[in-house]
């Protein structure tokens, strides 16, 4: 790569001068609480990729509660990707009960004139400060007669909502440019599954993953810096194109803002990387996620994602050696733990169980931030079609994680 020991040398100095005039990390200690879960309605579909949006009190009304807003996708069990409609379900009082989910007319799976059926997927729902409205991206799925799947055909879908009257507009696409800072095409550019950072000013930074090569299914990740009017969102600009070779490459990036870095996570077939950067769009060079000691931290193939919970810095994420050999993709428990951010690595030490196993899969979660000291992690149970709990109807299960008020 060219001037790459001059790129190498900076970072050098950067990890020194983290570590040498960065603060002493402290260690938060939290406070893990079940909510009240959804329960699955037919034990032919499951409720999965389900995330949560927070809606501050004064945001709906004068006289109103905080509302909690869940979406979630209605998923069959038998084959792959069999994603449906989407759903959602509401909760006026802090998750100790939730209405009964109802489909959003305007994200139904629908048939386009050409014969495929489309559906809105991989959704992240997000309350938008500057504008009052809820934002949800994600992706689409796109079914050739209904069946077959066409990840060629993918686009990086959101709609809008309004909390005054909780109603949602049309599912809408953001526009791409053609190709990428290195002339490559990008094609099947989606936001499923990522978890974005909206700015003081309205703009949004949206991880976004997308092909570079027609032939190759291994995919790129950025994060675009886009605009939004209160309705539409626009492309502005993306950063660092970061990709590997192996496998799918890297995919559905989830990025977090903490003290003065941005820190962004991406999937990968066989492991995880972690990265940051000071703009939110110049990355440093990836890394594999560890523990402070230096071993793997063997999550793969599934997301991982941040939150900020008195003051520290947390991923969530799954990982092999959790005596979990017999769970797909060892995608249960689920876990948490505190990030070093000046070392990028996870502490071993602080690592603790958010849901344990239960005979299903865990890796779908999503992370809704309620304040500094608080932080909701949703997640639905992947049963699908194996399993001993293969004929039970799922869950969406809510885990509140706050900062204990004691010292740890």
């Given at each position: 790569?060219?001037?790459?020991?001059?790129?190498?040398?900076?970072?050098?100095?950067?990890?020194?001068?983290?570590?040498?005039?960065?603060?002493?990390?402290?260690t938060v200690k939290l406070e893990i609480e079940s909510l009240t879960t959804i329960p699955g309605r037919d034990k032919q579909w499951d409720w999965w990729q389900a995330r949560?949006?927070?809606?501050?009190?004064?945001?709906?009304?004068?006289?109103?509660?905080?509302?909690?807003?869940?979406?979630?996708?209605?998923?069959?069990?038998?084959?792959?990707?069999?994603f449906h409609d989407i759903y959602q379900s509401v909760s006026r009082d802090g998750g100790k009960s939730w209405t009964i989910p109802k489909i959003i007319p305007d994200l139904k799976r629908a048939k386009q004139k050409d014969g495929y059926e489309v559906?809105?997927?991989?959704?992240?729902?997000?309350?938008?400060?500057?504008?009052?409205?809820?934002?949800t991206t994600g992706k689409t799925f796109n079914f050739e007669e209904g069946t077959?799947?066409?990840?060629?055909?993918?686009k990086v879908s959101y709609a809008v909502m309004n909390p005054e009257d909780e109603s949602w507009?049309?599912?809408?696409?953001?526009?791409?440019?053609?190709?990428?800072?290195?002339?490559?095409?990008?094609?099947?550019?989606?936001?499923?599954?990522?978890?974005r950072v909206d700015m003081p000013n309205g703009e949004i930074l949206l991880p976004v993953r997308y092909m570079a090569d027609a032939k190759k299914f291994n995919y790129t990740s950025v994060v675009a810096r886009c605009s939004f009017d209160g309705e539409k969102l626009s492309y502005l600009e993306h950063g660092s194109e970061l990709d590997i070779p192996q496998g799918r490459g890297l995919y559905e990036p989830s990025l977090i803002k903490h003290d003065k870095w941005f820190y962004l996570t991406l999937r990968a077939d066989h492991s995880g990387f972690v990265t940051r950067s000071r703009d939110g769009l110049?990355?440093?060079?990836?890394?594999?996620?560890?523990?402070?000691?230096?071993?793997?931290l063997g999550s793969y193939n599934t997301q991982q994602h941040?939150?900020?919970?008195?003051?520290?810095?947390?991923?969530?994420?799954?990982?092999?050696?959790?005596?979990?050999?017999?769970?797909?993709?060892?995608?249960?428990?689920?876990?948490?733990?505190?990030?070093?951010?000046?070392?990028?690595?996870?502490i071993r030490r602080t690592e603790q169980i958010l849901l344990p196993t239960n005979e299903a899969t865990l890796g779908n979660s999503g992370i809704?931030?309620?304040?500094?000291?608080?932080?909701?992690?949703?997640?639905?149970?992947?049963?699908?079609?194996?399993?001993?709990?293969?004929?039970?109807?799922?869950?969406?299960?809510?885990?509140?994680?706050?900062?204990?008020?004691?010292?740890?």
């Open positions: 790569m060219k001037n790459s020991s001059v790129y190498l040398a900076t970072l050098l100095i950067l990890s020194i001068a983290g570590a040498v005039g960065g603060k002493e990390l402290k949560t949006a927070f809606v501050p009190a004064s945001k709906v009304g004068t006289n109103s509660k905080p509302m909690w807003i869940t979406t979630m996708s209605e998923t069959g069990r038998e084959g792959t990707h069999n559906s809105a997927g991989d959704l992240w729902p997000t309350y938008h400060a500057k504008s009052g409205k809820v934002i077959k799947e066409n990840r060629r055909r993918e507009g049309p599912l809408r696409f953001l526009e791409m440019p053609e190709k990428d800072h290195r002339g490559n095409i990008i094609m099947a550019a989606n936001a499923g599954n990522t978890q110049a990355f440093e060079k990836i890394r594999e996620w560890t523990f402070d000691d230096g071993k793997p941040w939150a900020e919970i008195g003051g520290g810095l947390f991923l969530i994420y799954t990982r092999r050696g959790a005596e979990n050999d017999h769970i797909f993709r060892h995608r249960a428990p689920l876990f948490i733990a505190q990030v070093d951010p000046d070392r990028l690595c996870v809704c931030h309620i304040s500094d000291h608080e932080s909701w992690i949703t997640c639905g149970e992947g049963l699908l079609r194996l399993g001993k709990r293969k004929n039970d109807l799922n869950k969406v299960h809510f885990v509140r994680v706050r900062a204990s008020k004691t010292e740890p």
